[in-house]
């Protein structure tokens, strides 16, 4: 008991001093030594504590001062409270005062509001109504300006003006007891029928005042899509070719001309009412009068094609000539029967697929024309912002059709001409033409050994008629097409066949035959095959490249294609440059190494024997003579690269035994230098001496 009374009486560790890491806790000393140094420990603390408690005592000076001046500032506070809540006493009063103020003006103003749009309001009715009026009057009395202008007026109007009660309550009258919005739009459809009536008749007769006094007063009333289908109806009667009693289906220039009167016929229509249309209706609405042309265009066109078609027997044509494929002059196989090399004898006569193809270029080539002439005029029929009929209540009744982008070509390309035209490039023109180009090559190798001189292999050969014929059709996938196939066509059947006419020059050359007759046949084969070389080939090449360069820079691929497609067509063009390296590479490709070898020869001694003559004939100094020397041997060097042989070099030995000669010193005997030096001398002694007298 007694050991929990000392320990209820003593302190709890809450309230003990602080404990300190250098003496220990009191209640567990046990010595007389401990309890003195812990005592000695409590005093040190304590008189730690005394000097810090001093210390706080000595400096409350300045907290003293502070606060005495704190306490000296709390009547002007007291002040400035009561200023502060006078202040906002007052603020609040003024401020209720004024929002009192300000709601009385607000709703002040709103009723004047209200006012001004009840007048507005009414002044709209009055002139509804007032508009009405004078549109029947005007009707009564036939003055349709007046009506058309009276229309309008009323349509100005708001939606919700000619529709509101107010209005509905007011306008009617006894004699017209409808709704304002249903009596106009009456009004507007008896308009339309007198208009679109009084239309018909003028443009019946011819009355082109009339037809234009009624075709403006069409927008004027909200009816812009019937006026111009009235106006449609109107030039397409315009459009519509009759062929002349004279003219004969037969001629070849007759369905040309009778398509060329028809387009002509739109184009002019266009050109001049374009204009027009114009000012009355507004940018791009020509296009909507030009659809409804080239649908009569179409109708017209497609009747022309199919009589085309059938007076010129083209299916029959285009299986004759499936059935009668030109035989290449370069075929070792199924040679052409020497019955049918005769054109008129031929199952396909060449000279009538030319006439239908120049026929046929020329109407698809009138298409293409009036095509770009239609694209360049309504390029920029376009309309500078877009249409609102917010302002027209009325045309909501009718759906504006959209107008086309100005590079939008859907108008004139999804027309049935087009695909027609389109068709005819396809099944009938690509296929005649390639037949006929084939047919007509194949005759130029064939008369190219027979023909001295020969100077014009290409000029005016099929492939330049082919050229000028395609482009005057203004079709680019057709002329795509084509010159692909026309590539083929100049390699395989035009390039292919010199090279076999080439090889066949020496091939029999070696046949037993007569001495006299073997040389002579020899000798007119070499001709013949140094002719062939050096004209056909290199004329062929450089008229290619001038036609190439002429057409590129004419102005027939800008007469007959757009803008959009003149740099792909001289592309295209600039395609068959590539020709010009097949043709001159003919030369060395198409020589077996003996022939070429041998044509090399005869070429050198062409040109070394002059050379020779004249070089013996000039007076050298000793730099003149090492200039030759150095310029001889350069000539050798390059020729000796260009082939395999060396014959380059044997060809040149004469001369440059003369360039030894020339260089000789001048103490050197010529005679001497020509018996002791070992060399195997082309040069006889005489000319050996005649040369070293050359030297000055």
């Known amino acids: 008991m007694s050991v929990d009374s000392s320990e209820s009486s003593c302190p709890p560790e809450s309230l003990s001093l602080p404990l300190n ?13 401990e309890l003195l140094s812990c005592l000695s420990a409590l005093q040190s603390e304590e008189a730690e504590h005394s000097t810090s408690l001093t210390e706080l005592l000595n400096a409350r000076e300045p907290f003293l001062v502070s606060l005495k001046r704190l306490n000296s500032l ?9 200023d502060a809540a006078v202040l906002s006493n007052n603020v609040t009063n003024t401020a209720k005062t004024a929002e009192r103020v ?62 509101g009660p107010f209005a509905e309550t007011a306008v009617p009258t006894s004699e017209s007891h409808l709704p304002p919005a249903q009596t106009l739009q009456q009004a507007r459809e008896k308009l339309l029928a007198i208009f679109r009536r009084n239309f018909e008749k003028a443009s019946q007769s011819r009355d082109s005042t009339a037809t234009s006094r009624f075709f403006k007063l069409f927008p004027a009333i909200g009816w812009e899509d019937e006026g111009l289908e009235a106006y449609a109806s109107f030039v397409v009667d315009l459009v519509r070719v009759r062929a002349p009693a004279s003219a004969k289906s037969s001629s070849p ?21 374009q204009p027009v249309v114009e000012k009355y209706y507004g940018p791009g609405k020509m296009r909507t009068v030009t659809k409804r042309l080239l649908s009569e265009c179409d109708r017209v066109v497609k009747g022309i094609i199919e009589g085309w078609e059938e007076e010129r027997a083209m299916k029959r044509k285009l299986v004759d000539i499936t059935s009668n494929p030109p035989i290449l002059a370069s075929s070792t196989s199924n040679r052409r029967p020497p019955a049918i090399l005769n054109l008129d004898e031929a ?3 060449p000279r009538e697929i030319d006439r239908v193809l120049s026929e046929l270029a020329g109407m698809i080539g009138r298409w293409s024309l009036f095509r770009k002439f239609l694209l360049e005029s309504l390029a920029d029929d376009m309309p500078h912002s877009a249409h609102s009929d917010d302002h027209n209540p009325q045309k909501g009744s009718v759906d504006t059709p959209r107008i086309p982008l100005p590079h939008d070509t859907t108008y004139i390309d999804s ?44 000029p005016g050969s099929p492939p330049v ?38 090889e066949d020059v020496y091939r029999h050359t070696g046949a037993p035959n007569s001495v006299s007759r073997g040389d002579k046949a020899e000798r007119d084969n070499r001709v013949a095959f140094i002719k062939t070389i050096l004209n056909d080939l290199d004329i062929s090449s450089s008229h290619l490249e001038h036609l190439m360069h002429d057409l590129s820079g004419s102005q027939t691929i800008g007469q007959h294609f757009t803008e959009e497609h ?76 260009q082939t395999a042989f060396g014959d380059a070099r044997e060809k040149f030995v004469r001369l440059q035994q003369i360039s030894t000669l020339l260089n000789l010193d001048s103490e050197e005997d010529v005679d001497e230098f020509y018996n002791s030096s070992g060399i195997t001398w082309k040069l006889s002694s005489g000319e050996a001496r005649a040369i070293g007298g050359l030297k000055l």
């Not at 396809?426 to 064939?446: G, H, M, N, Q």
């Not at 795509?480 to 076999?500: H, M, W």
């Not at 002059?610 to 090492?626: C, H």
């Open 74 to 82: 709390v009547p002007h506070v007291d002040t400035l409270l009561a």
């Open 465 to 502: 008629q082919l050229i000028s014929r395609l482009l005057s059709t203004g079709d680019v996938k057709g002329t795509e097409t084509t010159f692909e196939q026309l590539r083929e066509v100049i390699e395989q059947d035009y390039i292919g066949v010199i090279r076999k006419k080439l």
């Open 102 to 163: 300000g709601g009385r003006v607000r709703s002040l103003d709103d009723e004047m509001g209200r006012v001004r749009e009840a007048g507005d309001r009414v002044g709209q009715v009055m002139e509804l109504k007032a508009s009405l009026a004078d549109l029947q009057s005007s009707i009564e009395i036939q003055d349709w300006e007046a009506a058309a202008r009276h229309c309008a007026r009323a349509m100005s109007l708001p939606l919700n003006v000619i529709s």
């Open 253 to 273: 220039l007759y369905y040309i001309t009778t398509l060329t009167a028809l387009f002509e016929s739109i184009a002019m229509i266009v050109d001049q009412h």
């Open 347 to 349: 199952a396909v006569d």
């Open 566 to 641: 003149q740099p792909l067509v001289k592309t295209t063009l600039a395609t068959f440059l590539n020709l010009n390296a097949k043709l001159r590479s003919a030369l060395r490709n198409t020589f077996t190494e003996n022939n070429y070898r041998l044509f090399f020869g005869l070429a050198l001694d062409v040109v070394l024997r002059p050379w020779e003559k004249y070089v013996t004939s000039l007076k050298f100094t000793e730099l003149g003579a090492i200039r030759f020397d150095r310029d001889l041997r350069s000539i050798t060097t390059f020729l000796a690269s």
């Open 21 to 33: 890491s250098l003496r220990k806790d009191p209640r567990t000393l046990t010595n007389l030594s």
């Open 415 to 458: 027309t049935e001409s087009r695909q027609l035209f389109s068709s005819l490039v396809a099944t009938y023109y690509i296929p005649l033409e390639v037949w006929y180009t084939r047919t007509s090559i194949d005759k130029v190798p064939a008369n190219i050994l027979h023909s001295i001189p020969h100077t014009d292999a290409l």
